[in-house]
């Protein structure tokens, strides 16, 4: 199963909020809601999270066996 409980912590360590992410960097509410409920993103989404919050993948998402 894949988590995205890592981008969170990451989005506190890099002190950047949603609101940030929404204003400045136009990610949708949509999208955000996809990550607070663990449902699916494109591997594009993740490489644009990547490059806002200057991170690696691993700081945004989690695999964990079922």
């Known amino acids: 199963m894949i ?3 890592p981008f969170y912590e990451t989005m506190k360590a890099k002190g950047i909020t949603t609101y940030k992410l929404i204003k ?3 990610i949708s509410r949509s999208l955000l809601d996809r990550l607070k409920h663990n ?3 494109s591997t594009v989404t993740l490489n644009d999270l990547c490059s806002i919050l ?3 993948p691993a700081e945004i998402i989690r ?3 079922d």
Do not use: L
């Open 3 to 5: 988590t995205y409980e």
């Open 24 to 26: 400045d960097f136009n």
């Open 39 to 41: 449902k699916p993103i």
């Open 63 to 65: 695999y964990t066996k």
């Open 54 to 56: 200057d991170c690696t």
